[in-house]
T-cell receptor, first 114, second 117 residues
Framework: ETGVTQTPRHLVMGMTNKKSLKCEQHLGHNAMYWYKQSAKKPLELMFVYNFKEQTENNSVPSRFSPECPNSSHLFLHLHTLQPEDSALYLC?????????????FGEGSRLTVL | AQKVTQAQTEISVVEKEDVTLDCVYETRDTTYYLFWYKQPPSGELVFLIRRNSFDEQNEISGRYSWNFQKSTSSFNFTITASQVVDSAVYFCALSAHYGGATNKLIFGTGTLLAVQP
């Protein structure tokens, strides 16, 4: 079982729906990340949280709203999405946020926006 | 600007063949780290290796080996005697030293490796 768990694994939503993606890490890490993986494109860093505080927002549209209630949980709230937002959303964690650290990834949430 | 280029989109080999995945990076930082991750069909990226910019020694781990050459800004990955279980997408990534600031991994577009039995 992976140390980073994401739910749901698959999500289909209409453009007017509101849904949330959940990520939980069981590794005792302090930093958590959201990445977007689209076909034929590099993984895109969306948000970074360190000790529950957001330290990075990579110019992500406001229709994506992250929430980090504690160091073990990370949410991505979705509303009024566009079809081009369809992608695999990956959550990751690391002990800290220094450049040397490896990231531990979850299996991702596959989002389809109709 | 930081950039990672994986020119090979897809590679198909027959089991037991050796295969090399190419990675070329760009950075103006003198201290940086390079990574390889494997993404099997299940989706999660699995860490394989990390190298820092001051250590150009090549590394071997079982059937895996890595060739880091600063002169050509390359960090290539070779799988010897490939197996079907090696089939996955492989990502090369770069992380620059931001003085302890946020860990920003810049990924390449990945190389899909298909190992045929």
């Amino acid at each position: 079982e992976t140390g980073v768990t994401q739910t749901p694994r698959h999500l289909v939503m209409g453009m007017t729906n509101k849904k949330s993606l959940k990520c939980e890490q069981h590794l005792g890490h302090n930093a958590m990340y959201w990445y977007k993986q689209s076909a034929k494109k590099p993984l895109e860093l969306m948000f970074v949280y360190n000790f529950k505080e957001q330290t990075e927002n990579n110019s992500v549209p406001s229709r994506f709203s992250p929430e980090c209630p504690n160091s073990s949980h990370l949410f991505l709230h979705l509303h009024t999405l566009q079809p081009e937002d369809s992608a695999l959303y990956l959550c990751a964690s690391s002990p800290g946020t220094t450049a040397t650290g490896e990231l531990f990834f979850g299996e991702g949430s596959r989002l389809t926006v109709l | 600007a930081q950039k990672v280029t994986q020119a090979q989109t897809e590679i198909s080999v027959v089991e037991k063949e050796d295969v090399t995945l190419d990675c070329v990076y760009e950075t103006r930082d003198t201290t940086y780290y390079l990574f390889w991750y494997k993404q099997p069909p299940s989706g999660e990226l699995v860490f394989l290796i990390r190298r820092n910019s001051f250590d150009e020694q090549n590394e071997i781990s079982g059937r895996y080996s890595w060739n880091f050459q600063k002169s050509t800004s390359s960090f290539n990955f070779t799988i010897t005697a490939s197996q079907v279980v090696d089939s996955a997408v492989y990502f090369c990534a770069l992380s620059a030293h931001y003085g302890g600031a946020t860990n920003k991994l810049i990924f390449g577009t990945g190389t899909l490796l298909a190992v045929q039995p």
